[in-house]
């Protein structure tokens, strides 16, 4: 079965520079959400969208945007990196009604800033 | 605000042990849902179990079987004869119910590390 799928799985960035992230969400789950994972945490909340719209917003810095495309897929875009952004970045998917069936989660992201 | 909270930062069992995964939350949300992910070594984040606020039957899945009790806010999760494929990071997590701030997005926990030695 087709899964959440994450690209790239890893990226090493410089501080400064800016990074993106992409996501590709289940076919027919219109909702995505980011999180952000930091060595020994847990995941946090970053965003959320639902058919193409932001439908809630978590802990993201300004620093931080994210989109919805009309293909469902999304992006993460983090300029001016930081050490702090290194983490591991997660992208879930979900169809309408999240609470009737779990979040499907990629396998991340690992950011790496240096 | 909601909040979860895992006692246990890490256990280390020997194989074959039973071991429990503690998970206390708190909400306002009169309906919620209760979650457990695993996080193996690879990093990534497997989904478990899906507990709705109002159905507090517990639920056994193989070696698996969580807890849930409303009274205390817990849904404790224990491993049967744990095998050494169990080490991981375990997460309990939480979501409030449609129309309120916390639908749709997860509060996990501050995750177990859970070690079966061999």
């Known amino acids: 079965a087709a899964g959440v799928i994450q690209s790239p799985r890893h990226l090493i960035k410089e501080k400064r520079e800016t990074a993106t992230l992409k996501c590709y969400p289940i076919?027919?789950?219109?909702?995505v959400y980011w999180y952000q994972q930091g060595p020994g945490q847990d995941p946090q909340f970053l965003i959320s969208f639902y058919e193409k719209m932001q439908s809630d917003k978590g802990s993201i810095p300004d620093r931080f945007s994210a989109q919805q495309f009309s293909d469902y897929h999304s992006e993460l875009n983090m300029s001016s990196l930081e050490l702090g952004d290194s983490a591991l970045y997660f992208c879930a998917s979900s169809l309408p009604g999240f609470l009737n069936t779990e979040a499907f989660f990629g396998q991340g992201t690992r950011l790496t800033v240096v | 605000a909601q909040k979860v909270t895992q006692a246990q930062t890490e256990i280390s069992v020997v194989e074959k042990e039973d071991v429990t995964l503690d998970c206390v939350y708190e909400t306002r949300d009169t309906t919620y849902y209760l979650f457990w992910y695993k996080q193996p070594p690879s990093g990534e984040l497997v989904f478990l179990i899906r507990r709705n606020s109002f159905d507090e039957q517990n639920e056994i899945s193989g070696r698996y079987s969580w807890n849930f009790q409303k009274s205390t806010s817990s849904f404790n999760f224990t491993i049967t004869a744990s095998q050494v494929v169990d080490s991981a990071v375990y997460f309990c997590a939480l979501s409030g119910d449609r129309g309120g701030t916390s639908y749709g997005k997860l509060t996990f926990g501050q995750g177990t590390i859970l070690t079966v030695h061999p």
């Open positions: 076919p027919r789950h219109d909702t």
